[in-house]
C-alpha cells in the first residue's frame, strides 16, 4: 500500500514562507507544473509589520500574477509621490513607462498576503499553515538540503517534508539560511522600520507621503537622521504612519523608534488625527535587510528570495516588489533546472541563481550603498532635505533612480543615465 502521508510530505520542491517571496515562487512553480509545497508557520490572515505602500515594481508583479486589483477588490491606487522637505511639499506622478504602471497600491499586509498565497494555492501549490519550520534535512555526504523538519498545527506534531530543492523565503530572520551556515554581511546597509495605523480624515489620500526630515533631538542641538516618514492612507478610515531609519548614522542603535514616531506625529496638524486616541494598533517595527546582505543566493540546494537574501532597496527601504520579482526569477531558475536530465546538468541550471540576481540588481545596489553612506554624512543629508524640493527636475531625477523605475530599453535621457550608470557600476 503507498505511503499517503510520505507522498503528502514529498515533492519537488519546498518553499519555507508564504511571504511575498514565498507565495510569488510556489505560485510561478505550480504553474509550470511542479510540485510545491509552501510551508507557512503562522495561519492567514495574520498581521505582518510593514507600511502597505505598492510602488508601480509590485504592481506591475501583481498583475502578472493575475490578482485582480480593481478598487472593487479593496484596493486603493496612488498616482504619485508626494514628498515633504525644507518647509516645501512636492507632488510628483510616478512616470509614465513602457515597462511599469504608472500607479501604485495600497493594501494591508494581513489581506495582501493571504491573497497572494491563495493565488499559489489556486495554480496548484499545496500550502501548510501553521507549519513552524525547523532545521534542515542534509545529506551527510554532499551537505545538500533533502528537506526539512517541522513542527505541524496546534499540537506541534513533529514532520518531515522531503525535496530535491528548498527554498527560503522566511524573511529577514531567516533561521533555514542560518542553519545551513548564510550568515548576514556586515558590511552591507540595514535599516530599521516601525509604524502604526491610526483612524485619519487622510485615509483615501491618492500620493503616498514621504517626509525627508526626521530629528535626534536628544541632545543640545538637533542631529537630522538618515531616513524618512511616511504616510500611506489606506482607504479604510485609517492610514499607516511609520518611518525607516539606515544603520548609517551615528545614532541608530542608540534610539527608541517609537518615541521618534510618537515625536514625529506629534507636530502634525490636529485634524488629520494622527494623536494618541486614534490610534488603532500598537507601534510595531522590524529590520529591512538591503542590498543582498546575505549571500550566496543559491547553495547546496537551498534558493534565497526575498528579504532571506536581503532584497531590499537600499534607496527607499521598499522590500515587496524586489521579494516577488526575486520569487518570479528563482523559479524560472528552478523550472529550467527541472527539465535537465542529470544532476550535473541540474546544478549547472541552479548556479545561474546568483548571477541572474546581480544582473538585475547588482550595478543598482552597488549604487544604493554609496547613497547610504553618502546620507549617512549629516551635512550631505541636510543639503539635500533644504535644497532639493527647490529643483523639481533632480526630483524628478531622484524619485526615478530611489524607486528603480525606468525603461531598460528606450525611455528618456534620465532613464539613460541611470540605466548607463547601473551598467557601468560593480555587480557585488
Ligand atoms: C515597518 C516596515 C515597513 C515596511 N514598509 C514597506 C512598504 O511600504 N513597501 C514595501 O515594499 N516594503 C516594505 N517593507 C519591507 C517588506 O515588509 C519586506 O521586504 C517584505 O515583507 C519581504 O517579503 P518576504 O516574503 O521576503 O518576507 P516576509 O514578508 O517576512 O515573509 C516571510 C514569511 O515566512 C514565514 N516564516 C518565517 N519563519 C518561518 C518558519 N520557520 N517556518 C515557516 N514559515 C516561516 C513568516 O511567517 C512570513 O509569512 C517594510 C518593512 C517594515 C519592517
Same mark, same amino acid.
Given at each position: 500500500?503507498? $505511503?499517503?502521508? +510520505?507522498? =503528502?510530505? &514529498? @515533492? ?6 508564504? /511571504? ?5 515562487? !510556489? ?7 511542479? $510540485?510545491?509545497? +509552501?510551508? =507557512?508557520? &503562522? @495561519? ?6 510593514? /507600511? ?5 515594481? !509590485? ?12 478598487? =472593487? ?356
Amino acid at each position: 500500500m503507498p $505511503d499517503t502521508a +510520505l507522498s =503528502e510530505r &514529498t @515533492a519537488d520542491v519546498i518553499v519555507v514562507g508564504a /511571504g511575498p517571496a514565498g507565495s510569488t515562487t !510556489a505560485y510561478y512553480l505550480a504553474k509550470a507544473g511542479l $510540485d510545491v509545497l +509552501l510551508l =507557512e508557520k &503562522t @495561519a492567514f490572515p495574520r498581521e505582518k509589520v510593514c /507600511g502597505d505602500g505598492l510602488t508601480p515594481r !509590485a504592481t506591475k508583479q501583481l498583475v502578472s500574477m493575475g490578482i485582480d486589483i480593481s478598487e =472593487e477588490a479593496g484596493w486603493l491606487r496612488n498616482k504619485g509621490l508626494r514628498i515633504i522637505s525644507g518647509g516645501l511639499r512636492l507632488e510628483m506622478d510616478w512616470p509614465e513607462l513602457a515597462a511599469y504602471p504608472n500607479y501604485g497600491l495600497v493594501r494591508k499586509r494581513e489581506d495582501f498576503d493571504d491573497l497572494l498565497a491563495q493565488q499559489a494555492v489556486k495554480a496548484g501549490a499545496r500550502l501548510y499553515e501553521r507549519c513552524n519550520v525547523g532545521a534542515p534535512i542534509t545529506d551527510e555526504r554532499t551537505g545538500r538540503i533533502t528537506g526539512v523538519q517541522a513542527k505541524l498545527g496546534e499540537e506541534k506534531t513533529p514532520v518531515v517534508f522531503h525535496a530535491p530543492l528548498v527554498v527560503a523565503a522566511d524573511g529577514n530572520s531567516t533561521r533555514l539560511s542560518l542553519a545551513m551556515g548564510l550568515h548576514r554581511r556586515e558590511d552591507r546597509p540595514m535599516g530599521v522600520a516601525v509604524r502604526t495605523y491610526f483612524t485619519s480624515p487622510r485615509h483615501d489620500d491618492d500620493y503616498l507621503e514621504s517626509w525627508l526630515e526626521l530629528w535626534d533631538r536628544r541632545g543640545p542641538q538637533a542631529r537630522q537622521l538618515p531616513g524618512y516618514g511616511w504616510i500611506f492612507g489606506l482607504g479604510d478610515g485609517t492610514s499607516n504612519v511609520g518611518l525607516g531609519i539606515l544603520n548609517s548614522s551615528a545614532s541608530f542603535r542608540e534610539l527608541d523608534w517609537r518615541e521618534v514616531l510618537k515625536a514625529w506625529v506629534a507636530g502634525m496638524p490636529e485634524d488629520w488625527g494622527y494623536t494618541p486616541e486614534n490610534m488603532t494598533q500598537p507601534i510595531r517595527g522590524a529590520a529591512l535587510p538591503m542590498a543582498f546582505n546575505r549571500q550566496p543566493h543559491y547553495t547546496r540546494g537551498l534558493l534565497l528570495v526575498g528579504d532571506a537574501g536581503g532584497l531590499v532597496n537600499p534607496f527607499n527601504g521598499e522590500g515587496i516588489a524586489y521579494a516577488m520579482e526575486s520569487g518570479q526569477l528563482a523559479a524560472d531558475v528552478i523550472v529550467q533546472a527541472h527539465a535537465r536530465a542529470t544532476p550535473a546538468q541540474r546544478e549547472l541550471a541552479l548556479q545561474r541563481y546568483p548571477k541572474v540576481l546581480k544582473d538585475t540588481y547588482g550595478g543598482y545596489y552597488t549604487l544604493g550603498r554609496a547613497f547610504v553612506k553618502l546620507i549617512g554624512n549629516p551635512k550631505v543629508l541636510q543639503l539635500c532635505t533644504e535644497r532639493g524640493l527647490t529643483h523639481p527636475m533632480l526630483m524628478r531625477f531622484a524619485l526615478k533612480l530611489l524607486a528603480n523605475l525606468t525603461d531598460p530599453t528606450g525611455g528618456d535621457a534620465m532613464d539613460r543615465v541611470i540605466n548607463g550608470l547601473t551598467k557601468i557600476t560593480p555587480r557585488a
